[in-house]
């Protein structure tokens, strides 16, 4: 167990070390996402009322679409640096790179949101910054994270795979964001856990089928 967490780590901290030392992914997916939220926040008459409407549907649209366009670097960095072939030949389980490269953007979406988030309370004046909303953008990100590794992997040698990778990842990830937005609503309106957590028990629900689905079929793609 410890040599499988091992394993985990280090391939998932390797790519957040790839793309800290170059800054390109991470400012640019963060830059989109805020551009995202200036956008809509000079095109709607923002109000109490209106931001609480509208504020998480703008919040976690931008982070979908500003995720998904840095998926693509979990294994571009690897098929740009050949050294796909020599982590599949490695000794260890396909599991284990899956779950790696799934922490890899785990890690690089997190960081995103923690840049997006805060300012999307001050542009909305919204009470996000809150332990509900922390279980509910660490439960979306796993998902986004689980997803997008397989369907980065399974685009990784098309041609248009920028194009590719979002038509596939953005309507599964649907449900996912629906309970997002939906649980962010509760969270701002101030409503009680119970109301949060139906949401929260879908998001979780996603989650676990879509890791081992994503598992499964990740190992299938590999030997192809």
Do not use: C
């Amino acid at each position: 167990m410890r040599e499988s967490l091992a394993v985990i780590w280090a391939i998932g901290r390797k790519d957040l070390l790839l793309e800290t030392r170059n800054k390109d992914v991470i400012v640019a997916v963060s830059v989109f996402a805020l551009l995202v939220l200036m956008i809509f926040t000079f095109a709607i008459d923002i109000n109490q009322v209106n931001a609480k409407l509208t504020g998480p549907g703008i919040l976690w649209a931008s982070i979908a679409f500003a995720g998904v366009t840095g998926l693509n670097r979990a294994f571009a960095l690897e098929l740009e640096g050949n050294t796909l072939e020599a982590l599949m030949l490695a000794p260890i389980s396909r599991d284990l790179i899956y779950a790696g490269k799934m922490f890899g953007n785990f890690l690089f979406i997190t960081a995103a949101q923690i840049i997006v988030i805060p300012i999307f309370a001050v542009l909305f004046n919204l009470a996000v910054l809150r332990w509900e909303m922390l279980v509910v953008s660490l439960l979306t990100t796993i998902g986004f994270s689980a997803i997008g590794t397989l369907f980065a992997a399974m685009t990784i040698r098309v041609r248009a795979r920028e194009v590719m990778l979002p038509l596939l990842f953005l309507p599964v990830v649907t449900p996912l964001i629906m309970a997002a937005v939906e649980s962010t609503s509760h969270v701002v309106n101030d409503s009680s856990w119970p109301e949060i957590y139906q949401w929260i028990q879908l998001a979780i629900a996603f989650d676990i089928a879509f890791i081992v689905i994503s598992a499964f079929i990740f190992q299938q793609i590999l030997e192809d």
